[in-house]
T-cell receptor, first 116, second 111 residues
């Protein structure tokens, strides 16, 4: 079975440019999560969706970040404009659970973003 | 109160030894404590999880010990192998809230 698929795997961009990260969750999963991983802050939850509806976006750092889930098989995380401090690995994860904690999270392989 | 504090930040263990990673939490309402394992270039994957109604859970060489009164839980890896070298994250959550992850422990097993 295909796991969570993220693209691109690597992105290098210049400050001020728009960045769009994409995620395809596991088919049948009804919850989708976006995490950011850095050495300093570890794994931070940015936002999660349940049945395509954003449930908790309190982790989104600022208005430059936005996320959408137009259907059950696709989600995007957009950063506009990007800044060097946004450099990190961004993970998408999905699960079968209705809530954020009652099921196993299946992570993608991540998108490594470098903003110069 | 929402934090999960993990230690050590990094750990080096000889092959065959016991690796121990510790976590502490403040929120007594947490009711689910998973551990995730992450290999370089990969996303984290669930390794083992425990709920506070038991004090220990064992799966193969991996054991979670849970001390509810001390608000601490730990991961023990028995007979550690080079293939266990990875980053390990403890986590906690309650009810419908999001999972809170520790900052991770980079484990290196010497061959």
């Amino acid at each position: 079975d295909a796991g969570v698929i993220q693209s691109p795997r690597h992105e290098v961009t210049e400050m001020g440019q728009e960045v769009t990260l994409r995620c395809k969750p596991i088919s049948g999963h009804n919850s989708l999560f976006w995490y950011r991983q850095t050495m300093m802050r570890g794994l931070e939850l940015l936002i999660y969706f349940n049945n395509n509806v954003p449930i908790d976006d309190s982790g989104m750092p600022e208005d430059r970040f936005s996320a959408k889930m137009p259907n059950a098989s696709f989600s995007t995380l957009k950063i506009q404009p990007s800044e060097p401090r946004d450099s990190a690995v961004y993970f998408c994860a999905s699960s079968l659970a209705q809530t954020a904690n009652t099921g196993e999270l299946f992570f993608g392989e991540g998108s490594r973003l470098t903003v110069l | 109160q929402q934090q999960v504090k993990q230690s050590p930040q990094s750990l080096i263990v000889q092959k065959g030894g016991i690796s121990i990673i510790n976590c502490a939490y403040e929120n007594t309402a947490f009711d689910y404590f998973p551990w995730y394992q992450q290999f370089p270039g990969k996303g984290p994957a669930l390794l083992i999880a425990i709920r506070p109604d038991v004090s220990e859970k064992k799966e193969g060489r991996f054991t979670i010990s849970f001390n509810k009164s001390a608000k601490q839980f730990s991961l023990h890896i028995m007979d550690s192998q080079p293939g266990d070298s990875a980053t390990y994250f403890c986590a906690a959550s309650r009810g419908n809230d999001k999972i809170i992850f520790g900052k991770g422990t980079r484990l290196h097993i010497l061959p």
